[in-house]
């Protein structure tokens, strides 16, 4: 056909072999990507030469505790990080019966307790995690352990108010504070989890209260991750917020001097430290092996690589965590801080409270 | 059969068995969600499924957050849109080709890349956070981001829109603005008002964006629903809810389609006298018609670079390198275009093969002569309404579908898999090809085919080989789309994805929504790149009606093609 209207690109004569070319590529390429899917899930009965692990987290220091693990065992260690946990948690459910990975690691305990509740895990039996972990930080079935802690802390701007101001979480809902407050949307899952520590301690009406104050005492509406609080201190738009530890300690610790000086112009305040009170929130990233699994015994030798004071204090100093093992020395960042009294008590109930907390904060009007 | 040279002797049995088969493949994320996330319990117990939800209250400002969007969006894209299109088609611009280009280019950029650019550099600047994350921006970068499509719409219109009868108004006393009112704005109504439909659609289904911006809209709210309260048959009632005020939307869109389809399609008939007009009115309009891609691309693409540059920390990222990244993304894509293609023929062949009649390939005339396109319900309706379900999969919230999908494939033993993967991209993109090549394929003239029996086809050969190169550019094209949306695809490929493959998208977002955007850098520029290439790719290869290309090469009478009967023009040497 020589009208060139329905060969609009590089000539009549060539658009078919290219179209057919570009076709049997697809097809071509189709091929190796499936057969290394079909490598990789052959590998799986092959179990000496690699693990697979889904994971929530998108850390540097997860590479590096995993490539030290591959250097000492020679497995190979394969991630697919869904960092929605709902998402995670929904294909670990699903894929029950034919587990497609070995581990799952997570950052919240409530979505540690769902996995174990739906069953998913197999106890861990192992006398390296009992010893190395404190019994608040594992399952108490041993379906799972914690291998890192982070706690949620309140920063303030050190010119503009004063510690003794804001020494619990319920203080933030004092009516000084009007206008002054910033944290992230009430949706995710570190301040449900504060939440459900908080419906646990004080009851559901001190909780609606003090959801309520400190709706009234934000800043500007509830947007952005802890580090954007952060960032609004300095910045001015506000005067307190609640962050998780690690991100004011990666400011303080960054190489850009931008960031310090952000971290220069705040202090931190580890709430409910007094006698009668039940502690900072404390929250675990936790490791479990799937039920089913063929490389068991390998999936047992990384997490028990996990808690071994290498992994800890990798841990520590990339993603400036806690370490739940109590004789690694914290990081130099956190050493100022020193270890806090942490809500362990807290940590078991945060699954079974989560749901109403959610309910309570949202009616409030913390969006 | 009376009238048509084409039929095909497909058993009537056949047909809808097909059609039901690829309809219910194509609509099975979300049975198998309304069936096993207990919906239908809903609807027997209303109150069932809200106890442990979303408050209700909270439903009034996720619908109200929705509207607002929608509707600021849609009005800045087509205030922004119509005029960019009028003022190219009107003035003498230079540079005329680029500016198509740069004003079509936006279409192909993620938006939560211009969302995650714009909020983290403004805030850079000691913008307050509460001024950026709000209704204005959301305005701003998805009414730009989606304004190619009232500008495309609004340029053919105008394009179409003979000058002779401007002309002629204008010697009848009208002013200028009169004339514009009353002639070019009435043709041109129809298609500007069906693109401003569309651009409402995707706004509505927008999630990335939004969230960024930390807004409250309907598309949040079912991710709240999911993410925060648990509860599956909320999540899958409020995504339903969603479908229908799309499907709603999309049906106002079909009938100004229908309203429009009586216009010629095809190049324009005008001379391209167009206005001169001075240097300053020449650099505005310029200005203006480049701002959506300067705003969306090079700013970011500067922004990144800047980071990238200047960063500070040298940490070993996780995952794979950029250029494995690229690779696996591109190959995904390319996979899932070639899938969505040939799913697209399918639908197509098999819709139009359940229309009146059984088994016509052909569009059916109308007592005037001209094409009939409203879809018949008839013997075959079911089927054909499964089909048609199954179009909607566009409208589903990424990450509904992909739960869906986990549900129907993991008891088969393909739940994170490419084979998951690629079908969650089918559902969702498959009319992304089918709609453009229903039209297309209602535009093949009838006396080719005809023709083509008579030199002795079969009706299979007259299809496959005289029909099909008529819409081969638009297959092309909408391969190229599908790649592209892809490529920036993040819930079903966060979800569904095997071992081993990984995406930049998903890269770009794990980092920059973990506030490390330096990291990501790499990553978005190769997408942003990536994008880019491929959008200018499908305009070459006539994505968006391909004489809207070759309309920037017209020059004069030859525009009009070859005309029959002139042994010059035709080629052909006989006397």
């Known amino acids: ?367 | 059969m009376k009238g048509s040279p084409v039929s095909l002797r497909i058993s009537r049995f056949w047909v809808p068995i097909l059609s039901g088969l690829l309809g219910l493949v194509l609509c099975a994320p979300l049975l198998v969600l309304v069936v096993r996330g207990g919906w239908l319990s809903l609807a027997v117990d209303p109150q069932a499924g809200i106890a442990q939800g979303l408050p209700v209250s909270r439903l009034w400002d996720y619908a109200w957050g929705s509207f607002a969007v929608a509707v600021g969006a849609t009005i800045l894209a087509t205030l922004w849109g119509g005029l960019s299109a009028y003022l190219l088609e009107r003035w003498a611009l230079p540079y005329r080709r680029w500016l198509i280009m740069a004003a079509i280019v936006p279409l192909a950029t993620p938006s939560y890349l211009a969302a995650y650019v714009w909020v983290d550099s403004l805030v850079d600047w000691g913008i307050p956070g509460g001024l950026v994350r709000s209704l204005p921006s959301a305005w701003l970068l998805l009414g730009l981001a989606l304004s190619p499509y009232v500008f495309l719409a609004a340029l053919t219109a105008f394009a179409q829109t003979p000058r002779s009868l401007v002309d002629s108004g204008r010697l009848l006393g009208c002013s200028r603005w009169s004339c514009f009112w009353r002639i070019e704005w009435k043709l041109a109504a129809p298609a500007i008002l069906g693109a401003a439909l569309l651009v409402a659609m995707e706004v509505l289904a927008d999630f990335g964006t939004v969230e960024h911006l930390a807004l409250d809209t309907w598309s949040t709210g079912i991710y709240r629903s999911w993410n925060a309260y648990h509860n599956p048959q909320q999540t899958t009632a409020l995504a339903l809810s969603l479908l229908v005020a799309v499907g709603g939307l999309a049906a106002l869109l079909q009938r100004t389609r229908l309203a429009r389809s009586a216009a010629p399609s095809g190049r324009s008939h005008h001379q391209e006298r167009r206005r001169n007009v001075g240097i300053g009115a020449q650099t505005v309009a310029i200005g203006g018609i480049v701002f959506p891609s300067a705003l969306l691309i090079v700013y970011p693409a500067v922004v990144l670079v800047w980071r990238w540059l200047t960063r500070e920390t040298e940490d070993v990222l996780p995952g794979e390198p950029v250029a494995l990244l690229w690779l696996d993304s591109v190959l995904l894509a390319l996979a899932g275009a070639l899938l969505v293609v040939i799913t697209g023929c399918a639908v197509v062949t098999l819709l139009r093969l359940t229309t009146r009649g059984g088994a016509r390939m052909l569009p059916r005339l109308n007592s005037h002569g001209g094409a009939r396109v409203l879809p018949r319900l008839n013997s075959h309706g079911g089927a054909r309404m499964l089909l048609r379900g199954g179009l909607l999969g566009y409208a589903l919230p990424g990450s509904v579908l992909a739960v869906g999908l986990l549900h129907l494939m993991t008891p088969l033993g393909v739940g994170g898999s490419l084979t998951a993967v690629l079908l969650a991209y089918v559902c969702r993109y498959v009319t992304v090809v089918a709609t453009p090549l229903e039209s297309a394929w209602k535009r093949v003239p009838l006396q080719v085919l005809e023709q083509a029996r008579i030199l002795g086809a079969s009706s299979a050969g007259a299809v496959v080989r005289v029909g099909l190169p008529f819409v081969f550019p638009t297959l092309m094209a909408g391969a190229i789309l599908v790649s592209l949306d892809v490529l920036k695809e993040l819930p079903a490929t966060l979800l569904l994805r095997p071992f081993g493959v990984d995406t930049l998208a998903l890269q770009i977002h794990a980092l920059a929504s973990d506030e490390r955007l330096a990291e990501a850098a790499p990553a978005a520029l190769a997408l942003l790149l990536t994008c880019v290439v491929g959008l200018t790719l499908a305009v070459r290869w006539g994505a968006f009606g391909e004489w809207v290309f070759r309309s920037v090469e017209l020059q004069g009478p030859e525009a009009s093609g070859p005309r029959l009967g002139t042994p010059k023009e035709t080629g052909k040497g006989d006397p």
């Open chain 1, 1 to 367: 056909m020589e009208d060139k209207r329905f060969w609009p690109f590089v000539g009549g004569a060539l658009a078919r072999p290219i179209a057919l070319s570009l076709g049997l590529g697809m097809m071509g390429f189709m091929g190796p990507l499936s057969a290394a899917q079909a490598a990789g899930s052959s590998a799986a009965s092959n179990p000496t030469r690699e693990l697979k692990l889904y994971t929530t987290r998108h850390y540097a220091g997860d590479q590096r505790v995993n490539d030290e693990f591959t250097k000492a065992t020679g497995i190979v260690v394969k991630t697919v990080s869904i960092k929605d946990a709902s998402a995670l948690v929904a294909r670990v459910i699903a894929e029950k019966d034919r587990p497609a990975a070995d581990l799952v690691v997570t950052t919240d305990t409530g979505n540690l307790f769902r996995l174990a509740d739906a069953g998913v895990f197999q106890t861990l039996d192992s006398g390296v995690v009992n010893a190395a972990v404190p019994v608040d930080f594992r399952d108490p079935q041993g379906r799972w352990t914690g291998v890192a802690m982070r706690v949620r802390v309140i920063a303030y701007n050190k010119s503009k108010i004063k510690p003794e101001q804001i020494p619990t979480i319920e203080s933030l809902a004092q009516p000084e504070l009007k206008g002054r407050l910033l944290v992230r949307p009430s949706h995710h899952v570190y301040n449900q989890s504060l939440a459900a520590t908080l419906l646990a301690d004080v009851g559901p009406d001190r909780l609606k209260a003090w959801a309520q104050g400190v709706t009234v005492n934000l800043a500007r509406k509830p947007q952005g991750g802890d580090t954007d609080q952060l960032k609004a201190i300095a910045a001015g738009e506000g005067d307190v917020a609640i962050v998780n530890s690690y991100y004011l300690a990666r400011l303080m610790d960054s190489e850009d001097p931008k960031d310090r000086a952000i971290a220069d112009k705040i202090g931190v305040v580890f709430p409910d430290q007094g006698p009668q009170q039940r502690g900072v929130h404390v929250n675990v990233s936790g490791v479990g092996i799937l039920k089913g699994t063929p490389a068991a015994a390998e999936a047992r030798a990384y997490v028990e690589f996990l808690v071994s004071p290498l992994a800890q204090q990798l841990f520590a100093s990339a993603s400036k965590e806690y370490p739940v093992r109590e004789d690694v020395p914290l990081d130099r960042t956190l050493r100022d801080w020193q270890r806090p009294r942490m809500d362990r008590k807290g940590l078991r109930v945060i699954s079974a409270y989560t749901p109403e907390a959610v309910r309570i904060l949202d009616e409030a009007g913390w969006r």
